[in-house]
């Protein structure tokens, strides 16, 4: 069995931050990336708000300079995805693909999550061409345009509230006749113009064409069935963190969320750290994933330190 003094799953942000300090702290760290490299944000084209990049970076592109920079100062960055865990004690065991195990002293979970999508075939024929999960990251690309969110919690109507500032108009697909968004987050959207909420509507079809989304076909719960026009289509439903696997050993909130220790990257397990998104129900940005990533090393440095190893 192979031991490493600190295994970091997830090949995102968090993931190649934590890797970049926790190598840099001669902690040798071995990197899994799992099945999408790159995380989350691969997902979209062009990041625009990282700090660094006047003018916008290729989310691949980015993703790819981190791995390189987690490389350069001795990460041994690999691919495969954790199948099994057992964080009862010390080392811990993680499974690779069902087959390669490794000893851990320490283990950072930076496995993000995932945006959940209707499931839609049409939906799926056009993400990264007007279907997005990522108002922040996508939005910009609607400026004076029409677009879609479908939902009705916080996320959504803070996407919706974001869009509205860029694009001409903004509808709001929500499948019952009440948002499930805080009170303020509503009366923000009621009181916003160019936002429009269809009540009681289903998507039932992403419309487009091969230059991408021109609109979607809704069914009202009346049983009418109506097409808006719009150039783009955002989900906000919610997003699934790839938690389970740990679930035994760590505390985690209604939605899937690691739970860590207020201003620290700890989990209830010492020696467990969890960083970016699968912590993080709130700001889910590539540099918020980041900054957690470095705490999340530093924290299992200090505690290698203190452990006398
Ligand atoms: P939520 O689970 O709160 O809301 C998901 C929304 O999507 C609900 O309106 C739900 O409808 C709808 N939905 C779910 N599945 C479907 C589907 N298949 N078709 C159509 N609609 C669907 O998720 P959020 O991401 O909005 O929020 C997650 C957490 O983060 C919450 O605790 C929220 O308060 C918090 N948050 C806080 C913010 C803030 O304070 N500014 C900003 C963003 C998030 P239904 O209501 O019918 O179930």
């Not at 113009?193 to 009681?200: A, G, K, S």
Request: glycine share 12%; with cysteine; net charge negative.
């Amino acid at each position: 069995m192979e031991k490493v003094k600190c295994l970091i799953l997830g090949g995102g942000p968090a993931g190649f931050t934590a890797a970049i300090y926790a190598a840099r702290a001669n902690l040798s760290p071995v990197v899994y990336e799992g099945i999408q490299p790159g995380g989350q944000l691969t997902t979209t084209t062009i990041v625009e708000n990282f700090p660094g990049f006047p003018g916008g970076v290729d989310a691949n592109t980015l993703m790819d300079k981190m791995r390189e920079q987690a490389k350069s100062f001795g990460a041994d960055v690999r691919s495969g995805t954790a199948t099994a865990a057992d964080l009862s004690h010390r080392p811990f065991k993680v499974v690779i693909d069902g087959e390669t195990e490794i000893e851990a002293q320490t283990l950072i979970i930076a496995t993000g999550a995932q945006a959940r999508y209707l499931g839609l075939p049409s939906e799926e024929k056009f993400k990264g061409a007007g279907v997005s999960a990522c108002a922040t990251c996508d939005g910009f690309f609607y400026r004076k345009r029409t677009v879609a969110v479908v939902g009705g919690g916080d996320t959504a109507c803070e996407d919706a509230l974001y869009l509205a500032s860029l694009a001409k108009k903004v509808y709001m697909i929500v499948r019952r006749d009440v948002f499930r968004a805080s009170k303020i987050m509503q009366e923000k959207v009621f009181s916003t113009p160019n936002i429009e909420v269809l009540w009681n509507c289903n998507t039932q079809e992403v419309l487009g064409d091969e230059m991408g989304v021109t609109g979607a076909r809704l069914l009202r719960k009346d049983g009418t069935v109506f097409d808006i026009a719009i150039d783009g289509f955002f989900l906000a439903i919610g997003h699934t963190p790839a938690s389970e696997l740990f679930a035994p050993y760590l505390e985690r909130d209604a939605a899937g969320y690691i739970v860590t220790k207020p201003g620290s990257s700890e989990t209830g397990v010492p020696g467990v750290y969890a960083a970016g998104d699968v912590q993080d129900p709130h700001y889910r940005q590539a540099i918020t994933a980041a900054a957690s990533g470095c705490m999340a090393a530093r924290d299992a440095e200090k505690f290698l330190l203190e452990q006398g190893n």
